[in-house]
T-cell receptor, first 115, second 112 residues
């Protein structure tokens, strides 16, 4: 157990639907990062939050949004889902906001399948 | 956009062999990290290298950061089946809040 909790572990939904992925960071970590992992793209950075505020953005689609709540848990919302959105979605956390040499702690991921 | 290229993408070897995985970029990173990922799990940090030319050892794994901090290598001595997994290098991009940029990964299979 890494200390980063992601739910649900698996999600199957239809095209056009909306889903919410949830992440609880490791205790004491203020930063949350969302990554998408697919076979052809590898691990792609989506977005980072630090202590409730958006800190950095990657190639996140407009159909996707995220937020970090006062208790530091984070949610990634994916809407108008397409087949190509099928992937593993990882949440990671770290103590600091300005990057760290101590690495990220990753959750076990949510496998999203869009049918 | 900073990119990291890993080679080889796939590696299948016999137990006891040595191997080296390379991670290259045209950009300078403040630090470089290596992760190992097993199926169904998230990446797990193996090591962070910060100083150009730095070498770190983790049992049979040796990590090196290039002098110019643009490249890194992972060398495994006497590979074991338990080393099987996806090895990812990741560079820390401080230009935007310190996000990690990952390479595509090297899928290592060590056969008994």
């Amino acid at each position: 157990d890494s200390g980063v909790t992601q739910t649900p572990k698996h999600l199957i939904t239809a095209t056009g639907q909306r889903v919410t992925l949830r992440c609880s960071p490791r205790s004491g970590d203020l930063s949350v990062y969302w990554y998408q992992q697919s076979l052809d793209q590898g691990l792609q950075f989506l977005i980072q939050y630090y202590n409730g505020e958006e800190r950095a953005k990657g190639n996140i689609l407009e159909r996707f949004s995220a937020q970090q709540f006062p208790d530091l848990h984070s949610e990634l919302n994916l809407s108008s889902l397409e087949l190509g959105d099928s992937a593993l979605y990882f949440c990671a956390s770290s103590e600091w906001g300005q990057g760290t040499d101590y690495g990220y702690t990753f959750g076990s991921g949510t496998r999203l399948t869009v049918v | 956009t900073q990119l990291l290229e890993q080679s080889p993408q796939f590696l299948s070897i016999q137990e006891g062999e040595n191997l080296t995985v390379y991670c290259n970029s045209s950009s300078v990173f403040s630090s470089l990290q290596w992760y190992r990922q097993e199926p169904g799990e998230g990446p797990v940090l193996l090591v962070t290298v910060v100083t150009g030319g730095e070498v770190k050892k983790l049992k049979r794994l040796t990590f090196q950061f290039g002098d110019a901090r643009k490249d890194s290598s992972l060398h495994i001595t006497a590979a074991q089946p338990g080393d099987t997994g996806l090895y990812l290098c990741a560079g820390l991009d401080l230009s935007q809040g310190g996000k990690l940029i990952f390479g595509q990964g090297t899928e290592l299979s060590v056969k008994p």
